[in-house]
């Protein structure tokens, strides 16, 4: 078999994998997740521990799991292997690969159930929220769930749109679509923002984000911020050492993971801006937890001046992140099949979409024919998101932290790196010992142990 690098497509430029990356990273936790998140968890205190958390652990994962993918140059199991062999360690290491590629995998098939929801609400918009109660939004989100056809529909939808870019290859499928998905983001997140200064109550959103209340600070919160921090930027699930194997020799990691970092950070604090002015300008709660942006916000969309308008965009918006998002889920899975069984690009990406559907229709009919099918007390969908967001992202995570700081020749992190000096030290340093602690009190924490 021919290695890897000698087949390995490559990004354009630079700024080509910071969008892909960047795209990988904004998803629905920017959008969806980290305002309800930082709405549950005293505003301003989760912020700032969610940047501190963010440089602290974020970054230097980002910066690891990037560096082994274009040490190694091919899918996640054979670069962990590259780089095992390199380092004189045991195979048993392309284990992370593995887990990543499972964990990308099952994620794609719920996460494609819950963009179908976004895709739903893209319509509602369009018709409008005009006069609709709290009581009559929440009817109409239990409706959704309870209608298997219409959920499978939509997931079935939204897997065909991913499966249409992936399939175009590196440069032609996923870095084009990027190039168009992520501006047009950051184009409607700026509306939206306008919006906000405009119309809505940005005083109050910017109050309640950034004006720091020591007090509120606690071990939940914490933890919280810590592992939201970790899952933004879709660490330990294959996706960014698949993209990093695809990144040029000489590009410089430290720079290039920073881009994406402040790009991942900058969309999940200005969407939260904007959903919290809006919010706060309609008088409701922010502390409404995941039912914020299918309950709460449509609620203030039929409330507020041009509320149709705004509405629409800001489903397109989530859409258009989900989008990015799911895109890169797929990759993993691909790259393994073209490099492991000689399988062309095409058949390999429609292989691994079919798996990923074929499983999101079980995860549809949980939420109604299915509901009763429970294993350790949790449904389809639950037992996957605990499965793969709880247990197998969080374990790659780690195994990445000590194989890059503790397994890995030193000489070749510097090497890949391209840091120097203090710069270097003070990376590695939280690569061997921040990392590994704080991912494993993340993981306590999601399982329950503590917190």
Known sequence: MSSPSSVRAHWSSRWAFILVTAGSAIGLGNIWKFPYMTGTNGGSAFVL?????IVGIGVPLLMAETMLGRRGQGNPVDAMRSVATEAGANQLWQVVGAIGILGASLILSFYSVVAGWILDYTVLAVHGFDGMSKDSLSAIFSALLADPWRLIGWHSLFMLLNL???IGGVT???ERANKILMPALFAIVLLLLGYGIVAADMAAAVRFMFHFEP??????VILSAMGHAFFTLSLGMG?????GSYLERGTSIART???ITLADTGIALLAGLSIFAIVFAQGLEPAAGPGLILQT?????SQMPMGNIVGVLFFVLVAFAAWTSAISLIEPATSFLVERTGLGRKPAVAAVCFVAWFIGIAVALSFNLWSEIK?????IFDLLDTLTTKMLMPLAGLLIALFAGWVMKRAHVADEIGLQGGAFRLWYGAVRYVSPVAIALIFLNVIGVIG
Do not use: E, H
Request: aromatic share 14%; proline share 3%.
């Open 297 to 301: 916000l449509p609620l203030a969309f």
């Open 257 to 259: 993971c920073l881009y």
């Open 239 to 243: 996706a960014i050492m698949t993209y």
């Open 49 to 53: 521990v969610y940047l501190a958390c």
């Open 164 to 166: 249409l870019v992936v």
């Open 375 to 379: 294993l350790f007390g949790l449904n």
């Open 215 to 220: 007090q509120a600070i606690s071990a939940t």
């Open 172 to 174: 032609g499928g996923i």
